[in-house]
């Protein structure tokens, strides 16, 4: 059975910083993707920064260019989403996503790709 689970999500202020964190169970990196996804209050849902686990090739959407930083530890089978100078557009709740299966490094900003999800962290940037 997999599980994912966050953790990290709080209270910032703008310009602030957190952490994410995203414990995976039941899980194998083997040449999957694992992201962060966000949805914000009335807005859709989408994928801020992913990581192909197998050579650690890393993808942001724009808006979070230069600001966020998306990383795994294979041996804590764990991804991690370094928040920094955040705004207050960054206000969502903050889904670890994973496929179940192999995929390709292009796919990686591609909601479709993922299929096991996190329940969720709540970011507030007030």
């Known amino acids: 059975h997999v599980q994912l689970v966050e953790s990290g999500g709080g209270l910032v202020q703008p310009g602030g910083s957190l952490v994410l964190s995203c414990a995976a169970s039941?899980?194998?990196?083997?040449?999957?993707?694992m992201g962060w996804v966000r949805q914000g209050p009335g807005k859709q849902r989408e994928v801020v920064a992913s990581?192909?686990?197998?050579?650690?090739?890393?993808m942001y959407t724009d808006s979070v260019k230069g600001r966020f930083t998306i990383s795994r530890d294979n041996a804590k089978n764990s991804v991690y989403l370094q928040m920094d100078n955040l705004k207050t557009e960054d206000d969502a709740m903050y889904y670890c996503?994973?496929?179940?299966?192999?995929?390709?490094?292009?796919?990686?900003?591609?909601?479709?790709?993922?299929?096991?999800w996190g329940r969720g962290t709540q970011v507030t940037v007030s």
């Open positions: 996503a994973a496929s179940s299966t192999r995929c390709w490094p292009s796919a990686l900003l591609d909601g479709t790709t993922y299929n096991i």
């Open positions: 039941g899980y194998t990196f083997n040449g999957n993707c």
């Open positions: 990581i192909y686990t197998g050579d650690g090739e890393r």
